[in-house]
């Protein structure tokens, strides 16, 4: 049997080199050659601490994400800042509201949501005008800061165009068809205003009113307006005469309703109901006898 000779394999002496070694050495490297630079150049000496503290800031900025800490530490700034802020005066010192004559101050105060004493730049200025303009009687309001410490809730009060009657209840209506509030519950109720009678008349008022405007011989007298399920209308006038419009070219019918008062003065006689449904005729109705009692 060949004997095998014995030799000290090629490997031996050989050092053993960690996987990481060669990029820990790559760092050592770099590290040591941005220390000599800066030893040289002061430029490079500042590049060289502004690279330590963003690389120390980017690893903490990091640790603060993978722990979910951040939303705390902005939260904590906020408040920091907040108040560094109110400490040198920027508070809500006064509150003004302008503009109020149904409503009372201390209710629009209320409905603002705005004390005073909270953080000057802290007030939602379009959720305060928002909460104020769903007050009754509030049209719109406008709500601002005036520096350095005053907040203005300034509002315009919507003005009652007309009565809506429905079920037996009667309701103030803005000209948008908006209900303002009950008659019952309102401090004032205007005098002259059109009564609109019907679920539905709110929606249809200005559609109505726009048709009859142009005949003031008979929108003038008119007192009330009736609205059926069907959508035609009876005209109550305030000589006590019904006007019965079809639920059909209304317009039509009004228009030749004023022509003809116009050559007969119909709507001044003593007339109780007139009939406009049918179109080739106009139905006259006298108004019921009254008999006085004797006593």
Known sequence: MAAVKKGRSKFKGMMRVSPLKPGL?????WMAAQMRAAKHSPK???????????????????GLWLGGYLPAVRESLNSWKIDRLMAAGFVVEKIDVMG????????????????????????????????????????????RRLWPNRIVVQIVETTPYALWQDEG??????????LIVPVETASSVPTGLRTYVGAQAPAAAQGIESMLAPYDEVWSRVESLVQFPSGRWDLYLRNNIVVKLPPEEAER???QLAALDRETFILSRDVGVIDMRLPDR????AKPVQIAQSS
Do not use: C, M
Not at 25 to 29: A, E, F, H, V
Not at 44 to 62: N, P
Not at 115 to 132: C, E, I, K, N, P
Not at 282 to 285: A, H, N, R, Y
């Open 282 to 285: 106009i139905g006259l109705k």
């Open 25 to 29: 050495r790559g760092s050592q490297n």
């Open 169 to 178: 209840k009667l309701h103030l209506l803005a000209e948008s068809g908006a």
């Open 44 to 62: 490079a000496f500042f590049r060289f601490i502004l690279k330590i503290v963003g690389t120390f800031f980017a690893l903490i900025f990091i």
């Open 253 to 255: 019918a009004v228009g």
């Open 100 to 143: 109020e004559r149904r409503l009372n101050e201390r209710d629009i105060r209320i409905a603002a949501q705005i004390q005073t004493g909270s953080y000057f730049f802290g007030v939602d200025l379009d959720a305060a005008r928002d909460r104020t303009e769903s007050l009754p009687w509030v049209d719109r309001a406008v709500v």
